[in-house]
């Protein structure tokens, strides 16, 4: 299976999108994304330590604090490189279906990491580009 047709299935079968470094400011990319998704259908599920409510949900300080019932698709990641092996760790130990980390996010290591414990990786994309490419909202 080609790698656009991978993006398409996963972007089908996800419901439930943690956007990782969320801002509650209208003007930044997080915000622009994770609102796109929610009109989009996806329940997002918002994570910022410092934010409490971005887009009429609840926001979560980190992976851990979102309830263990809650099932995540998708972890798409808003941060820079250096952090990604961190988030990483936090993507492993919380259980996720795939990393998504966007544009400039990229991180070669700890994306081998990711997938050989299983997860889908998409890097240096940004999923509300890819989206629309694929479904046109």
Known sequence: ?????EITKLLERARTIVVLGCSPKPDRDSYRVAAYLQAAGYRVIPVNP??????????YPDLASIPPETEIDIVDVFRRPEHIP???DAVLERGAGALWLQ???A????????????LEVVS??????????????
Not at 50 to 59: F, K, S, T, Y
Not at 107 to 118: D, L, V
Not at 124 to 137: M, Q, Y
């Open 107 to 118: 991180h070669p290591e700890s994306e081998a990491r990711a997938r050989s414990a299983g």
């Open 103 to 105: 544009l400039g996010c």
């Open 50 to 59: 410092v934010a409490d409510e971005i887009l009429g949900e609840p926001v």
């Open 86 to 88: 961190a988030v990483v």
């Open 1 to 5: 299976m080609d790698r656009k047709t």
């Open 124 to 137: 240096d994309r940004c999923i509300k580009v890819e989206h629309r490419a694929r479904f046109g909202n």
